[in-house]
């Protein structure tokens, strides 16, 4: 074989290996990114007595438990940990356990408007409090914790 045709082969069989080992990983990779999108999933318990305000805690090491009371609703979410007060609003908005909705703002984050039977208007607006102090932060950055009650309150 002539020199050239060595360094061909060579070049081809190098080649082939990195289209190779490309697909192997972005196949890992997909597969990767598929397990960090399972979350556990837990049922909601609904509380219709606005007076209810009992902490729901559950032993858990995955989950936590957080009471949300909106007016005339309360509801016991549990969730996964490291999730945010948003995502957990949105999940029992999805599953028809509760009606929510607001605005999201780029620089700002998430305005809610409308909770349980909470509207704003009227020039009040809807703010949350946990555990009986008012919330520093907005729901998109807040992360529950286990045992939180979270009190939605028009003012």
């Known amino acids: 074989m002539k020199k050239n045709q060595k360094k061909i082969i060579v070049v081809l069989g190098i080649v082939i290996v990195v289209i190779a080992l490309f697909f192997v990983y972005t196949k890992n990779k997909k597969e990767v990114a598929s397990v960090k999108n399972i979350s556990i999933v837990s049922p909601v318990e609904v509380t219709k007595n606005p007076e209810e305000k009992k902490i729901f805690v559950k032993k858990d ?23 945010t007060l948003y995502d957990a609003l949105m999940n029992a908005k999805n599953n028809n356990q509760l009606i929510f909705s607001g605005k999201a703002y780029p620089s700002l984050g998430f305005f809610v408007t409308d909770i349980g039977s909470l509207h704003a208007g009227s ?24 045992g939180d009650v979270v009190d939605w309150k028009l003012e």
Do not use: C, R
């Open 61 to 83: 090491t995955q989950n936590i438990v957080a009471t949300v009371v909106a007016g005339d609703t309360t509801l016991h979410l549990t969730m996964s940990k490291g999730e």
């Open 123 to 146: 020039g009040k607006n809807l703010f949350y409090y946990v555990n009986g102090k008012e919330a520093d932060v907005g729901i998109s950055s807040y992360v529950p914790t286990n």
